[in-house]
């Protein structure tokens, strides 16, 4: 009786020692085995080989947990570190993307300029060529007028110079004193026989009179030497008239080659611009051929990214539930499991006033 009584009381104090420890460190292992030593079905050698049972469960615990938490680092780690990675090529990605389809849009306006900026010199010069076209043509028509011009003053100053010149040297039969009167074609006026003395001044008069007057012909009466004080004012006249002519050529072929020149220069200034735009416009469409080539192979590249990152973000949530989301650390449960053994340990201890 005495060592029945000995033993409910070591039960006793087991089951409150055990009961204080479940309590105080929350363990539910704890509580658990108090509730199975309280029952009395089990006798001390089977409760000391729950206990140890129970001591060698939570040190094989923390050798797995322990081996667990390794892993996890190992895992969340990697992932972590694969996952900014991607996030840095994605930004990276983004950016050139962004710089890429910018370069091209500042591509495109500058193309779009250069070429309203070479039609409009094409249409200037096609302009200034049907303008010089017209100038020079008109500038022809007034040098070959004013040249033709030029001529028959000439032509007609000879005939003058010959008639007068002819006109002082023509002899005469017979001179008179008195004035001579003229008719209106500026023969002189002859009475006598009357339709101009039958024109004995013309040899060959066969009845109609010609009231010209012939290279050496004698004639009765005062020679017609013509208007001789009056020569040199038509002369003047004419040679101002062919001097205005002529400085109208020479003032046209020298505007004629000033703006042939001006011509030749703004086509050539302009033929240059447009060959060096053209080439600005065939190296701009290579570079946005390029541009446009890198914008498809990085988007290609962005789309693998994101499809990497995808795959490594549902890899962590998958880490999360055994290895991030378990409601308290690993250090945490570390200690728990150390006090839970300590307990355990302290519980044998107890038994030991049996043996």
């Not at 895992?75 to 950016?95: I, P, Q, S, V, W």
């Not at 190296?283 to 946005?288: A, G, I, N, T, Y």
Request: proline residues 1%; aromatic residues 4%; charged residues 35%.
């Amino acid at each position: 009786p005495r060592q029945a009584a000995q033993a409910s009381d070591l039960r006793q104090a087991l089951v409150g020692f055990l009961r204080g420890e479940g309590s105080r460190l929350k363990s539910h292992r704890l509580s658990m085995l108090a509730e199975r030593v309280s029952a009395g079905a089990d006798p001390f050698v089977k409760v000391k080989k729950l206990i140890q049972d129970l001591i060698t469960t939570l040190l094989k615990e923390e050798g797995q947990e322990t081996e667990h938490k390794g892993w996890c680092d190992k895992e969340l780690g990697t992932n972590k570190l694969t996952r900014d990675k991607l996030l840095t090529r994605t930004d990276k990605l983004k950016a050139q993307l962004e710089e890429g389809e910018a370069a091209v849009t500042d591509i495109s306006d500058r193309l779009t300029v250069l070429a309203k900026e070479i039609n409009e010199l094409n249409t200037a010069m096609a302009e200034a060529t049907s303008m010089r076209e017209a100038e020079k043509a008109k500038s022809t028509a007034t040098i070959k007028d004013a040249e033709a011009a030029q001529a028959a003053i000439a032509s007609a100053k000879a005939v003058l110079l010959d008639f007068y010149k002819k006109a002082a040297s023509a002899t005469a039969l017979a001179q008179v004193d008195e004035p001579i009167q003229y008719d209106r074609i500026g023969n002189e006026e002859i009475k006598m026989g009357s339709e101009e003395w039958d024109s004995m001044a013309n040899p060959n008069f066969k009845g109609e009179v010609d009231r010209g007057h012939k290279e050496g012909m004698q004639t009765f009466g005062k020679t017609y030497r013509g208007q001789q004080s009056e020569v040199g004012g038509v002369l003047a006249f004419l040679e101002v008239i062919s001097s205005d002519f002529g400085r109208l050529e020479a003032e046209t072929l020298r505007t004629e080659q000033e703006a042939a020149d001006s011509y030749k220069e703004f086509m050539a200034s302009s033929r240059r611009d447009v060959a060096a735009k053209a080439k600005e416009t065939q190296m701009l469409e290579s570079d946005r051929r390029e541009e446009e080539a890198q914008i498809r192979t990085r988007t290609g590249d962005l789309k693998s990214l994101q499809d990497q990152a995808l795959a490594a973000d549902r890899y962590y949530e998958k880490l999360k539930p055994s290895c991030v989301d378990t409601g308290i650390t690993y250090e945490g449960r570390a200690k728990a499991r150390e006090a839970e053994i300590q307990s355990l340990q302290e519980a044998l201890r107890i038994l030991k006033a049996e043996d």
